[in-house]
Each structure stands twice: as structure tokens, then as C-alpha cells.
């Protein structure tokens, strides 16, 4: 078994802390983790379990994450951002490969650039990178269910925008993601001291996926069926990191790390590693380059 240690740091006067399990005989650098704001240190066991083999895996409660403590009001990227910087100085490492997910791929791709020389290879899955009106309307009916003290409309709400309930696309384990989901975030809402924090600040924080960023090996990877941003937009979102590479994962939604646990684990260590990416019967298609380089507009 690696050896687990927790590391307690602050950042801009806040406390929060970072999990690793160390690899003694490493192939590839340490592997940093952001998930989702309700995804906290202990999330991750597939990835653990596939990557721990070839590097250290780090996971993190971040202000306002978790045990971390509350942030303070208004945006909040520098400060996350700053938070990442300070695991990858307190690992004692030059660079890190970072994934990051749902919510926390706009604050590793804002890390990334900020300072790409830290980053030796970038994983972004399930990019928020367009979030229409009619969505955050939604959120924002959610918000008054939670308001009113209905947990249970709020979860059933909240689930029902991050999933593909569509019948007519497949994606695999559905119901029990939905089941497994909608208990999440009832459980969040009345156990987490941040949870409800961390709703309301999505609907005001608005993450910046512009500017592009070159110097980095990178890699977007989505659900084919992501209902969150489509995957159409997350490729166009991918072109503009220079040389990056974008692909969609069969048979799954915005909840892809949860669907297809073991594939985007897998998916992982072969970037990570720099193996090939395919074959991989779970991809879909099969990945391709990004070309373009001028940024999109991004609302």
C-alpha cells in the first residue's frame, strides 16, 4: 500500500489541506487532482487506484472545499489558484501533472496559465466552458428550493441539470448515477458548511476559459452525451491550447468520471505516461488534434 499523508497549509490567511499517496519509484510526476466544488480528497479512488502504481496522486479539500476553510466573498480563482501553487512548493517537486474536472478544470486551466512552467502535462474533462441563461435560471429555482428548505426538490433539481436523461441516449449505469448523484448532493447541502456556498457562487462566479494557452501537452476529454456543455463546444473550447488533443468518452454524460470511472482512470495514466491513447474501445471518436488556435468566445 503507498503511503498516505495529509499536509495542513493556508493560503491568503486561509487554512486548507492536500492528501498524497506517495510513490517510491515514480515514472512521471506527482498527479494533482481538482475536482467538482462538492468533490473533495477522498473522491478519487479510481484514479488513485490506477495511477499510484506510476506517481504519487494528490487530492486536495481547498478553501471552500471540504474541510477547507469557507472562502471569502467574491471571485475566488487567484485565490484557488495560489492554494494549487502551494501544494506543487510544499511537494518540494519543479512541475506536476494536473487533472481537473467539471469545476475544477476552469481553475487548472487558469493554474496552467498562470505559470505552464509548472505543468508538465494538463487533463481537462467535462469543461464548463458555456453555461446558457436557461441553465443558470434553473440553478437559480434550485437555489430558492434550498432556500425554502427543500432538500430533497433542490438535489432532485440540481441532479436533473448535471445528466443526460434523454431515452434516446444511452449512457451507461444511468440510473444508479442518478440515484448516487441526487444522494450526494442531499447529503452535501446538510453536512457540508460549504455546499450551499459553493452552489450560489457558481451561479455569480463566471469561470474565464479565454485567452488559450501554449507550452503545455494537453488533453479535453468529455461524455459524449455531456448536457452541461456539449461536447462540440468543449472541442472548440480544446483548440485553442496549442497542440492539445480532445476526445469523448462512449456511453456517458457530464458525470463521466462517475459512469466510466475506470476508463477515464485509464485514460489518465496513458497521458500521463505519454502511451498511446488508443486503442480504447471507450473512446469516441477517435482522439484528434486541435488546430485551431484563436480563441472563441466563451459566455
Not at 430533497?152 to 443526460?164: H, K, P
Request: negative net charge; proline residues 7%; charged residues 20%.
Amino acid at each position: 500500500m503507498p503511503e498516505e499523508t495529509i499536509r495542513s497549509l493556508s493560503v491568503h490567511g486561509l487554512r486548507y489541506a492536500y492528501r498524497v499517496l506517495r510513490n517510491t519509484d515514480p515514472v512521471t510526476e506527482p498527479v494533482v487532482v481538482l475536482g467538482g466544488a462538492l468533490q473533495g480528497m477522498l473522491g478519487w479512488p479510481q484514479v488513485e487506484g490506477r495511477l499510484g502504481p506510476v506517481a504519487a496522486v494528490v487530492t486536495a479539500d481547498l478553501p471552500g472545499m471540504g474541510s477547507g476553510a469557507p472562502l471569502p466573498p467574491g471571485p475566488s480563482a487567484e485565490i484557488l489558484c495560489d492554494a494549487v501553487t502551494r501544494i506543487i512548493d510544499d511537494l518540494d517537486v519543479p512541475r506536476v501533472n494536473l487533472f481537473g474536472f467539471s469545476y475544477g478544470a476552469a481553475l487548472a486551466f487558469h493554474c496552467a496559465q498562470n505559470d505552464p512552467r509548472r505543468i508538465a502535462r494538463l487533463i481537462l474533462g467535462g469543461v464548463p466552458t458555456h453555461i446558457s441563461d436557461e441553465q443558470r435560471a434553473h440553478w437559480r429555482r434550485a437555489t430558492d428550493r434550498l432556500d425554502a428548505g427543500d432538500t430533497d426538490g433542490f438535489a432532485t433539481m440540481v441532479t436533473d441539470a448535471l445528466m443526460c436523461l434523454d431515452p434516446q441516449r444511452y449512457v451507461a449505469r444511468r440510473e444508479l448515477a442518478y440515484r448516487y448523484v441526487k444522494r450526494s448532493m442531499a447529503h452535501a447541502v446538510v453536512h457540508s458548511p460549504h455546499a450551499a456556498d459553493s452552489v450560489y457562487r457558481s451561479l455569480g462566479d463566471r469561470p474565464d476559459f479565454s485567452g488559450g494557452l501554449s507550452g503545455v501537452p494537453a488533453l479535453v476529454f468529455t461524455g459524449e452525451h455531456d448536457t452541461v456543455t456539449s461536447a462540440e463546444r468543449q472541442r472548440a473550447f480544446a483548440a485553442t491550447i496549442q497542440g492539445s488533443r480532445f476526445t469523448t468518452i462512449r456511453d456517458a454524460d457530464h458525470w463521466v468520471v462517475l459512469e466510466k470511472a475506470e476508463e477515464v482512470a485509464d485514460l489518465a495514466l496513458r497521458f500521463f505516461t505519454d502511451r498511446p491513447l488508443t486503442p480504447a474501445d471507450y473512446l469516441s471518436p477517435v482522439p484528434q488534434q486541435s488546430q485551431a488556435l484563436t480563441a472563441p468566445a466563451f459566455d
